[in-house]
């Protein structure tokens, strides 16, 4: 776990518990009188922007009950929240163990071909010294996504991460309403999502000349989350820290569930 700057050399173990528990020691006056001079250049302006009465917290005695309270529900509620924002997709994609085109993009040409019987759906895999550069997707292209991995009625998140910011592709009532791999490779946008239905928005299109993230969790437990449900309202899913605290704390619960990350330049095809 990232070190916080702001806690400068306290020694802490990568779990919220054992930062809950520093931090408090050092903010609810568990410790010396003298320790409290110092909080005012640790979280003061943070808290307070969250609407804590720091002043209050510093005014108690020490041993006073209700300080441990206030401060782990800012810990969990906001601090945490703004470190998954900046981390989660990083602690996700560490723990990604990816086979080489496991995700593809195929052009209106090359579906052609496939349709024709003239190429296969999913292409072998690169040499590797060619899998050691960054695939590429043609900028301004219509595009099918094609996702082969050997996952048998496993559920599937896949989400996309750009300068535009982070969504949640599958499922999505935008492009995969059904999760559910039944049997790979699948094809992307399914039958019957809003991009298949609305022929000036169909498939894929990439407009801008910059890094395109895909990271694809597969569980063998699906979840029953509320925000995994597909949703006319929510066509494309945010990724934002609430989502992914959530979906942290179920997957702790089981441990049948990998994590695939692909990266792709978009360019000008000359």
Known sequence: MPKDPLLGSVNYVSSIGTTVQNVVNA????????HKKAISGLYEAEMRADGVDVDNLLNREPGERGSWEVVYHWLWNHKYL???DENGWQILQK?????????QFLTKEEMASVQRGTRSFVLPPPPPAVQKSTPIIPVEKSLWMVIDLEFD???LLLLNRSQDGEFLLCPSSAYAPNPIVEKPPILLPQKDSWADRDESKTNFKFEKLVKEEFLAIALEKPLNLPWLIPREEEALPEWNAERLKELFEHLERQGNWQVFYQCFEVVEKP
Request: proline share 9%.
């Open 95 to 103: 723990k990604a163990k990816s086979p080489p085109n496991w995700l």
């Open 153 to 155: 009625n496993s559920q």
């Open 27 to 34: 903010i609810v006056g568990r410790l010396k009188t003298e």
């Open 82 to 84: 703004r470190w998954l």
